[in-house]
């Protein structure tokens, strides 16, 4: 008996240690103001970090590379820019679905707003 559980722990085992992989570039969809807005974050992890970067689909505003964590199928990432002049702070807190999205909040300097995302 023993025998056999522990070749079912063993069988099990590789599925278990999957995590979540939030790695590709991403196109997050969110509302701020009333006005949609397109972000696209390209995300590269290793282990339970994050790096990458991220811009938003607006001209003349270049990429910020961001830094995050994963913690199973939670992510939380952000990055530092200025816009019209001003410095803000932008964070995400995304979770995976198992349908492959990601679905959470964007942060403007602490303010939520959901965001939707799909891997492009």
Same mark, same amino acid.
């Given at each position: 008996?023993?025998?056999?559980?522990?070749?079912?722990? @063993?069988?099990?085992?590789?599925?278990?240690?999957?995590? +979540? =992989? !939030?790695?590709? /570039?991403?196109?997050? =969809?969110?509302? !701020?103001?009333?006005?949609?807005? @397109? @972000?696209?974050?390209?995300?590269?992890?290793?282990?339970?970090?994050?790096?990458?970067?991220?811009?938003? #689909?607006?001209?003349? @505003?270049?990429?910020?590379?961001?830094?995050?964590?994963? =913690?199973?199928?939670?992510?939380?990432?952000?990055? #530092?820019?200025? !816009?019209?002049?001003? +410095?803000?702070?932008? =964070?995400?807190?995304?979770?995976?679905?198992?349908?492959? /999205?990601l679905q959470g909040n964007l942060l403007r300097n602490g303010s939520p707003t959901p965001i /939707? +995302?799909?891997?492009?």
């Amino acid at each position: 008996m023993k025998l056999q559980h522990l070749a079912m722990l @063993i069988a099990l085992a590789p599925s278990a240690a999957l995590a +979540a =992989d !939030f790695s590709g /570039t991403w196109r997050i =969809d969110n509302v !701020f103001n009333g006005a949609s807005s @397109i @972000i696209s974050c390209t995300l590269l992890q290793s282990g339970n970090s994050l790096t990458g970067t991220c811009r938003p #689909d607006i001209p003349g @505003i270049a990429a910020s590379e961001l830094r995050g964590t994963v =913690d199973g199928s939670s992510a939380k990432w952000g990055y #530092d820019v200025v !816009f019209n002049g001003n +410095a803000a702070r932008v =964070d995400y807190v995304a979770e995976l679905a198992q349908d492959g /999205t990601l679905q959470g909040n964007l942060l403007r300097n602490g303010s939520p707003t959901p965001i /939707t +995302a799909v891997k492009q």
